[in-house]
Structures are given as structure tokens and as C-alpha cells.
């Protein structure tokens, strides 16, 4: 029955698809029927410096294309998700509240596995030819699972550790070392707990460095073998308990409470997964100008972030108009800005006109960020199965008191 | 006036709080047991119970909860009973009860995270300490997201306190006390053991469903436990705030029903209190010892809650100032004002809408209240009007979307008063019940015989006596309709950005200057409301030629009862002759 639900749902979706492109529309009847649109972008609203971004984008499609951006910002994505899914629930299957969301991972998966998406978007966006999908892959697999058209990405992300040279001039390179450093250095590491993003990343980043074959990590992860192929994960982070921040009897929040960890010199690292991210920090006066950042020698996880319309959007052509828009590369360069935001392109630079190609080139680095040449070795992210094991694993063994 | 047609009067507050309350209990229940079909769940179970006490963290997080959320009314209550029992009749009460308001007007996620800023390792008292202690980096004290939710109890406690003792103020005003409290020190009684014993026994009646909305507050809190409750495990609520907000829809089954298990812990807690205020009643002498201990924390007391609260504002002040404040530093270096300058334009362009949608709010809120109140008494219905303070914001706000959409209201001005309408009425219907039990029948009984009809009675009588409560439970309702994050999104899908939405995502980003900008900016708008309804009823007094100073020290209803208390008090139903041994 479910499967049934699924394919007519599906087959609904192709319908309203069909009906909004039309038989071979061009992008330019797209624009036509976007112009005069409201478009309610739903996103994380915690960085000033992104709100400023994202408003300049909405004055310039109001400029360029007559699209109104409005932007709605959350605390926490999963608020639209459920706005979104209450919307379904009540069965308002066009007409919704929001246009365009910034997605990834998790929330990608659920959203699509439960049809809350309009699509496939990508095919539609001149722009999209533009993005580097060979060089990053990410780009059209999100977290092992294949974006299929139906987000479009936005910007690129990859874990680094963060450490002030002042207090900390040689921070432990691998997940090894880091348990022989913190023996030497009581209680100057923590992690924030999972389920919070940048915690379960880390997570990851010691699964890779312990299970038996990381090979496995590609696949859905199997529930009855997960013990026993992450037992070393589980010893490590025993073993390395008693030498976290406050002896690993409570966590930190997220990041932000990390970084403030760092800044007021209780813990001697922090971690991103923004490459810019420290230097900006720095820049808005938030952690000391001394911080750099670094990567594990083996490499750390990276990944992208995503832009993706709701199934009931009102206004999906002037979505579809706002995601053209900040693929382009003028947005795109504004967005590596670090001034600006300082989030990574998912652009092929080569395939760029020389005046747009300029545009990156002309980009000043700050001093915590690490040149492109030196984000490497990349690992994938794990297949989200993955994630739900590993958080409920400890939350099992460290989060019950 | 006991005709059914008067008992109409009742509808339109259960209405505004029943319906949407229904509805997210609904949309939390169904859930609960399995049945979310848009997430292809049709099937009723108890696999989401199973779940849920399954987890390895509920155990701990439950006993977090009970923890906090008891602790801290007991705290609350204790400090309150024990300054208002030391202070009576002294100046310092004068003093005090004009700082209150202010006080209260400070958002509870401002007071916790300037809390933090104060007893964090790099907080301000470390901070003080460090030279004597010879330290350059914090000591690995956790002093707040402490394992036990020490820190989060305190907090919570601090932060209420001034609500009860304004409520105790406010009470005991009216009850005509000094001649019994007179009464019972001439019999030898110690003031502090004679407060205990004569003024409680005549406030509790007024004071049990403050406290109670305490205690279902500290269960649910959010804000207070992000920023200084444990983390692993955190408290029942967090984890249900973790569970909603999971990626994995299907854990919202989870939630609803972690939700249901919060809800069912107050209602127990409550019927506990019930339960513990039966063999209390029986008590007539309080223990000297205790008399003496409460007279010993009452001082104290008195000038560390209100300290508390002041220099958490200051915290508040300076960060948003600073530019950089690395721990040891005792003054934080600056001023830099980028916060202010990146946070004023937004001030400009929401306030206005901040400032209408709780004025409305308000207007919806307070005659549904008031019609509620004139008509007869039926307990049963109107204790129903507080179910709200008892319900998981979180867990409620599914089914009220769900709810909006279905009657075409969401992302519309009328679903997003109708939201509104039903986190204020309550705490409207809180304030004003008291007065309003309280006041003289008499009087209504002499406008009628009068002939004035039951409009005329309202109008000309009993809201004249009863302005400053009026105007307090008005300036309150606006403070909470403020306040408001989650279900003004819910309900304005963006639609409507106010101070809450704009600065409360802006706090999610962890930025201390942001967070003190967001903070004070949220603080103001119910500072200034706050202030006017303190003012206007002296204001209006002075005009009517009053010989009475202005005294915009009582916030609650010490001018509605002049004629009231002064005439009769002993025959006022809802004030009982006091428990004084005979």
C-alpha cells in the first residue's frame, strides 16, 4: 500500500512538474512567469554575516529578474521541515508557505524519501552546467544518497580543526595522536555531543580511523554487525573519556559553544566545517587572531550544501529563479568571499569565462584559512544509516548518567 | 445573573484556548501511538512508548527534570515567602516591589544566558577571583551545564522568584493583613513566624496556581536549559526539542510521545502538591527554628535576587559592547558597537509589527478574559484556561499547524492572534483571577440595585476598581505575546517577522554580542509596556484629584481595593479568616 502511495505521489509530482515546464519551455518563460513572485527562502538565521548575504541576493533578483525574496529565518531547519510536513498532513498540496529551503544530508533524505520535494530542479538551471560535479561529487551525492536533480547545490563544506598557535603550536594530526595528546593534556578537548552536527562528524572522522574495513562506510550501515565492526571505535572514545573538558561527564552544545570554549581558553581545539570559518571568527572579533586550522593527515570529511523548492511552493518558478541566480558567478564569487561569508564555490573554475574566473581569482584568503590545494585528502560522508547507529551507540554509553 | 445565557459569557476564552489546545493535543496524541499517516504510519501501537523508554538517556533525563523543574519552584517559592515574610511593612519592600517589573520584563532566555555569563568558569565571578587564584585560564569547574542541573535549577529559581513575590505583594495587599499580623505578634509570635502563619495560610489561596505555573514552566523550559542545563543526557524537554527537530521524521513519533510523558509528569507533580497542601493545611504553628531560618535567608535574599538580575542586565550590556573579552579580563575591551549598528535597522522594521501583534493579542485576550471572569463561577471550566502553561510548547505546535492550515489561517494575521491568543490568555486569566474573586460583591449588588444592567456594572464599577490589575495583566499579555518564538513561526510562516523571530535565530548563531543585542532588544518593547501600565493608573489618579502620591511602585491592585479592603474585607469570599490558633 505504502509503495502504491508512493508511486501515485510520485507519478502527482510528475504531473505538476510537466504542467510547470511545460513541453520544452526555456529558462526564459520560466523568468517571465516568475516575474512579480514572492519567494519565502527558509534558512538557518544564525549568522549575521550570511542574513547580509542572502539580502543582497533578494535586492538583486528584484533588480535583474522582479523576484521578491523574503527571507524567513529558523533556528533550526527541521522547523520548515515539519512546516512542510504539516502542511502535507493537512493536506495542502499546492499553495505553501515556503518556496525555497537550504537543505543537506539528513534533510534531504527525509524530505525526499517522504515525496516533500519539487523536482528534478537541476535540469532546468542554466547554471547548473557551470558547477564542478566531476572535481566534487558531492555535488550530486548528498551524504551517499543521490541528490537525482532534486536539490541544486549551493556551496561547498569540509571539516577542519581549529587550534591557537599562541596555546597550541603542534595540534595532534591524527585521531591516534589526539588520544596521546590529551593523555599529556588533561581535559583540553571536547567534542560537542551528538546528535549535534559537528559532533557526530567527528564521530565519523574516529569510525573512519577504527573500524575494521572503511569500505563498509559506503554502504547502509547493518544493525546486527555495527558493534562488533566499531568495537575499536567504542575503546578509543573510552579511552579517551577521562581526558576530555570536565573528564567527559558533559558536552558542549554545538560549535558556537566550542568556539567560545576556545576563545575563553578552556579547551585548546575547536572544529568547522567551514574552511573560512575560523578566519571570519577571527575577523568579527571572536576568536583571537592567532587561531589557523588544520586536517587530519589521513583527511577529513567533506560535503555540500544544497537549495531545494518544496512539493506544494507557490512560487517555484521564482524559486527556480533564485537558485539560477546564486549558482551564478557573480553570487558565487560574493558568496567565497571572506568578507562576505566565505563559502567555498561548487563551481568549475574552468569553465568559466575569464572575467568570472577573475572574480575568484581576485579573492583574498584570511590568515586560518587553508588554500584549496592544502583541503586534502577528502572522505566521503558516510551513508546516513550510519549516523543514527553511531549517535544512538552514544548516546547509550555517554549520555545516560 | 446565574441564567444560562450568562454562562455564555464563558465561551469565547475556552474557546480561544480549547480549540487550538485540542488541536495540538490531538496532533500530539495520534503520534503518540503511531499514527502519522502523511509519513506512511496508519497503524495504532505503542512501538513510539517502546521507543521512548528504550532510550538509554529517558531514565536520567527524566530524574533531570523532576530535578530542576520541583527544585526550582521549591527555590523559588522559598526565596519568595522568605523576603516577603522579612521585608512586610519595611522600606526595602517599597524599593523592591519598583524594581519587579523591570525585573520581569527581561526575556527568560536573556536572564539565563547573562546568568551564564556570571557563574560560567569564565564568568564574571571567576573573573573576580582569578588574580587571588593566580589563574590565566578557567578552572575545569563545570559551574554551569553541570551534570546535575544545578546550575539550571538555580537559574530557574532566581528567575522566578521575583514572579511569586509580586503575586505575594500584590495578594497581600488586599487581605487586610497588618491588623492580623498585628494581631498574632501581640500574642508573641516572632514577625517573621507570624508572617508564616497568619499572612501564608490567607495568600496561599491566591498563590497556588503561580506556583503552579512555576513548576509546569521549570518542567518544560527550553531556553534556560540550552543554554545551562547538562547536555548528555539533557532534561525530558530537550530531548523532545532534539527528537522534533531530528532530520529523521519518523522520531516525531518519538517526540509526541516524549511530549505526552513531560505532560503526564506535571499533572502528577500536581495532584503531589495537592496531596502535600492537604497535610500542610492541617499545620497551624510553623516551627520557631523554621521561622528563624527563613528570617536568616530573607535579608540575603532580598538583595541577591534582584542583584542577580541587575547585573545579569549589565552582563548583557557590556557584551553587546565589547569588542573582545578573553578570559581574565575583569573589563571587556571596546566599546565596539558593530552589533548595535548591524542590529538597530532590523529594531526599526519589526518593532512595529512586535508592538501590534501584542497590542491585538491583548485586545483579543483580555475582554475573552474578562467576559470569562463575570460569569458565574464554574471552576471546572475555567481551570481548563491554564491547560497551555501545562503543554510542551514544542510538542503543541504540530498539531496547531496542522490545525491553521486546515482552517485557511495559517501565514494569515487572524491564525497568528489565534496563536498568540493562547499562550497569553492564560497568564491574563492568572492575573486577573484574584482581583477579581476578591472583589466586594456588595458593590455589584449596589449597581444593580441601583439599575444599572451588567454592562453598566462592568463599566462603571467594576473596571474602575480594578484598573491596575487591568493594566498589569495587559502589560503582562504583552510581554508573553513578545516573548513568542516558535509559535509566531508556526503560525506566521515567516510571514511576520518580529523581535522574537529576528533575534532569536540570531541567538542560535552563539555570538555573546549578538545574544546581548538580541537579548536587550526583546527586553525593551515589554520594559516600555511595562512601565506605561505603572504609570497610567497614577496618572489617572493624580487627574481625578486623589490625595494618594503616585505610586507606581504597586503594579497589582493595591487602588482596586481601597474601597473593597477597606469596608470589608472580612466578608470577601475569597479571603478566609485567617488560621490563627483560638
Known sequence: ?401 | MRSGASRLLLVPALLLVLVPTGAGLLGTLLPAFGLLPTLGRAEFGLGPWRELFADPGLGRAVLLTLASGVGSTLLASLLALAIAATLHGRPGERRLRALLPVLLAVPHAAAAVGFAFLVAPSGLLVRLLAPLLGLDRPPGLATVQDPWAVALTLALALREAPFLLLVILAAADRAGLDHRLAAARSLGRPPVAAWLEVALPALWPSLRLPVLAVLAYGLSAIEAALVLGPTAPPTLAILVLRWTSDPDLDRRLLASAGALLLLALGLLLILAGRLLEALLAGLRRVPLALAAAVAVIGRPAAVLVPAVALVELVLLVAWSVASSWRFPALLPSGPDFTAWRAALPLLGEVTPTTALLGAATVALALPATIAALEAPRSGAATSLLWLPLLLPQLAFVFGLQVLLVRLDLAERTAGLLLAHGVMVLPYVWLVLRGPWERLDGRLRAAARCLGAGPLATLARVVLPLLARPVLAAAAIGFSVSVAQYLVTLAAGGGRFPTLATETMALVAGGDRRRIGTAALMLALLPLLVTALALWLPAMLERGRGSARPSAPSQLLGKGANKLSTSSSVKLSPAAPPPSTPS
Open chain 1, 1 to 401: 500500500m505504502g509503495s502504491t502511495r508512493r508511486t501515485l505521489l510520485a507519478a502527482a509530482g510528475c504531473f505538476a512538474f510537466a504542467r510547470l515546464v511545460g513541453a520544452v519551455d526555456s529558462f526564459g518563460a520560466i523568468r517571465e512567469r516568475a516575474r512579480g513572485q514572492k519567494v519565502y527562502f527558509n534558512h538557518w538565521g544564525g549568522s549575521p554575516q550570511i542574513n547580509d548575504y542572502i539580502a543582497w541576493a533578494g535586492s538583486e533578483l528584484l533588480r535583474r529578474f522582479g523576484v521578491e525574496l523574503v527571507s524567513v529565518k529558523v533556528t533550526d531547519i527541521a522547523e520548515t521541515v515539519g512546516r512542510v510536513l504539516a502542511e502535507k498532513t493537512a493536506g495542502r498540496s499546492e499553495g505553501g508557505s515556503v518556496d525555497l529551503v537550504w537543505i543537506n544530508g539528513e534533510n534531504f533524505a527525509a524530505m525526499k524519501k517522504h515525496g516533500l520535494l519539487f523536482g528534478p530542479i537541476t535540469p532546468l538551471l542554466p547554471n547548473f552546467a557551470l558547477v564542478d560535479t566531476e572535481g566534487k561529487p558531492t555535488t550530486l551525492v548528498d551524504f551517499t544518497i543521490p541528490t537525482e536533480g532534486y536539490e541544486a547545490p549551493w556551496g561547498m563544506a569540509q571539516f577542519v580543526l581549529i587550534h591557537d598557535t599562541e596555546r597550541l603550536r603542534e595540534p595532534p594530526r591524527s585521531i591516534a595522536a589526539l588520544l596521546g595528546w590529551a593523555r599529556g593534556n588533561p581535559s583540553r578537548f571536547t567534542y560537542p555531543a551528538p546528535p549535534d552536527f559537528i559532533g557526530t562528524t567527528f564521530l565519523k572522522h574516529v569510525l573512519y580511523a577504527t573500524i575494521d574495513d572503511p569500505r563498509r562506510l559506503a554502504r547502509p550501515a547493518e544493525p546486527q554487525t555495527f558493534e562488533a565492526s566499531t568495537a575499536g571505535t567504542w575503546s578509543f572514545l573510552e579511552a579517551l573519556r577521562p581526558y576530555l573538558w570536565r573528564e567527559g561527564r558533559t558536552f558542549p552544545a554545538n560549535k558556537e559553544a566550542l568556539h567560545q570554549l576556545l576563545d575563553d581558553g578552556e579547551v585548546d581545539l575547536s572544529m568547522a566545517f567551514n574552511p573560512a570559518e575560523a578566519s571570519s571568527l577571527v575577523l568579527a572579533g571572536r576568536l583571537p587572531p592567532t587561531v589557523r586550522t588544520y586536517l587530519f593527515e589521513t583527511g577529513t570529511i567533506a560535503n555540500t550544501h544544497f537549495l531545494a523548492i518544496p512539493f506544494n511552493a507557490t512560487a517555484k518558478e521564482g524559486a527556480l529563479v533564485a537558485i539560477d541566480f546564486l549558482l551564478s558567478p557573480e553570487a558565487q564569487a560574493r558568496k567565497q568571499d571572506e568578507r562576505i561569508w566565505g563559502d567555498p564555490t561548487v563551481l568549475d573554475l574552468d569553465r568559466l569565462e575569464p572575467a568570472d574566473r577573475a572574480r575568484f581569482e581576485r579573492l583574498e584568503r584570511g590568515p586560518a584559512t587553508l588554500p584549496p590545494e592544502a583541503l586534502r585528502p577528502v572522505l566521503p560522508e558516510p551513508h546516513p544509516s550510519w549516523t543514527e547507529l553511531l549517535e544512538a551507540a552514544w548516546a547509550r554509553r555517554f549520555a545516560r548518567g
